[in-house]
T-cell receptor
Framework: GAGVSQSPRYKVAKRGQDVALRCDPI?????LFWYQQALGQGPEFLTY????????KSGLPSDRFFAERPEGSVSTLKIQRTQQEDSAVYLC????????????FGQGTRLTVV | SQQGEEDPQALSIQEGENATMNCSYK?????LQWYRQNSGRGLVHLIL?????REKHSGRLRVTLDTSKKSSSLLITASRAADTASYFC????????????FGSGTQLTVLP
């Protein structure tokens, strides 16, 4: 596609439920990033993939968060046993180069945990 | 945690006026980028300035960088109602070009 696509756009989960958020990056982009954006704040880094390798997961807030990119294209961010504090917009971005430069962002998935 | 602060948090101007937003950061950087975010949308890359550059222009945008003060400014000239959005600066740190660290953003409203 022409841009980074994320699905679903909106997700409401009951506390304790597991969720999976999908990101389709721009074809051929080496780098893929996940960010978490709380209301009224700037995005915060979660994790980075270079092709299929997860090179940096230092931003994942707990072991309930897991991300994968098994074939170096589509990525999934999974949150287990969701908590209310997980409510946020989850943004995916991709970049042609193995650096965080001129990244293209998706529209995000708004997760609400009730 | 976020890298730094953006100032002001909110800015409201009339169409045709110039808008200036400032960003401060805490650590040495490789590059500083500015992104724009319309309500409910993803971020759009506007401009990148490298740590060895002091000023850069792109259309109606002018970015300055002062590494001694660890600060940057974004100037939008001749603003339009369509410029209404949140603007974020983002840095990638020296030695680690894999993460972007965003500021808290400036909400710009341009009144027609």
């Amino acid at each position: 596609g022409a841009g980074v696509s994320q699905s679903p756009r909106y997700k409401v989960a009951k506390r304790g439920q597991d969720v999976a958020l999908r990101c389709d990056p721009i074809s051929g982009h080496v780098s893929l990033f996940w960010y978490q954006q709380a209301l009224g704040q700037g995005p915060e880094f979660l994790t980075y993939f270079q092709n299929e390798a997860q090179l940096d997961k230092s931003g994942l807030p707990s072991d309930r968060f897991f991300a994968e990119r098994p074939e170096g294209s589509v990525s999934t961010l999974k949150i287990q046993r969701t908590q209310q504090e997980d409510s946020a917009v989850y943004l995916c971005a991709s970049s042609l180069v193995p650096q965080a430069l001129r990244a293209f962002f998706g529209q995000g998935t708004r997760l609400t945990v009730v | 945690s976020q890298q730094g602060e953006e100032d002001p948090q909110a800015l409201s101007i009339q169409e045709g006026e110039n808008a200036t937003m400032n960003c401060s950061y805490k650590t040495s950087i490789n590059n500083l980028q500015w992104y724009r975010q319309n309500s409910g949308r993803g971020l759009v890359h506007l401009i990148l300035i490298r740590s060895n550059e002091r000023e850069k222009h792109s259309g109606r945008l002018r970015v300055t960088l002062d590494t001694s003060k660890k600060s940057s400014s974004l100037l939008i000239t001749a603003s339009r109602a369509a410029d209404t959005a949140s603007y974020f600066c983002a840095t990638d740190q020296s030695g680690s070009a894999r993460q972007l660290t965003f500021g808290s953003g400036t909400q710009l409203t341009v009144l027609p």
